[in-house]
């Protein structure tokens, strides 16, 4: 199945992960120097072969209870009703494990989508089409993830 061009950014296809200085070709940790990306022998071109579809992301944001979640949710069965590898990070979830250390004021907020929008290139690197599920309010933060 062909799903065209996707609407949305469809994330990194190099090594290179924004903010990551660059050292001969290489992305390189701000934190650590010696912790380097290490560059797939299996690409994502590959996997989204083998899935039959591109990777991307969907991003569904607004108030609480507008309706993300369900929205998210409908789509990635119509999606997986086609065969397309999909996976839906709910805000709540995603509270539960990775971000359960985080709070709910605007540092812990912009954390949290820090945190989901690296998730979310693993899995558009990954092949998957991933779609997220958050109140992200701060517009700012939402632009730096892509």
């Not at 949305?8 to 940790?29: L, M, Q, T, Y």
């Not at 990306?37 to 591109?54: D, I, L, P, S």
Request: charged fraction near 25%.
């Amino acid at each position: 199945m062909s799903l065209g061009a996707p609407a949305v950014h469809e994330g990194n296809n190099g090594v290179r992960s924004r903010g990551c200085p660059e050292r001969n070709g290489i992305a390189v940790n701000k934190r650590n120097e010696y912790v380097i990306w290490h560059k797939a022998t299996v690409t994502r071109e590959r996997r989204e072969k083998m899935n039959g579809h591109r990777s991307f992301v969907l991003w569904f944001t607004g108030l609480s209870g507008s309706g993300k979640s369900t929205l998210a949710h409908a789509v990635e069965e119509q999606l997986h009703q086609h065969g397309c590898r999909t996976f839906v990070f709910d805000g709540d979830n995603v509270r539960h494990g990775l971000c359960s250390d985080l709070g709910f004021g605007e540092e812990d907020r912009k954390e949290n989508i820090r945190r989901i929008g690296e998730m979310t290139k693993l899995f558009v690197e990954a092949g998957v089409i991933a779609m997220t599920a958050f109140i992200s309010p701060f517009r700012e933060e939402r632009q730096k993830v892509w």
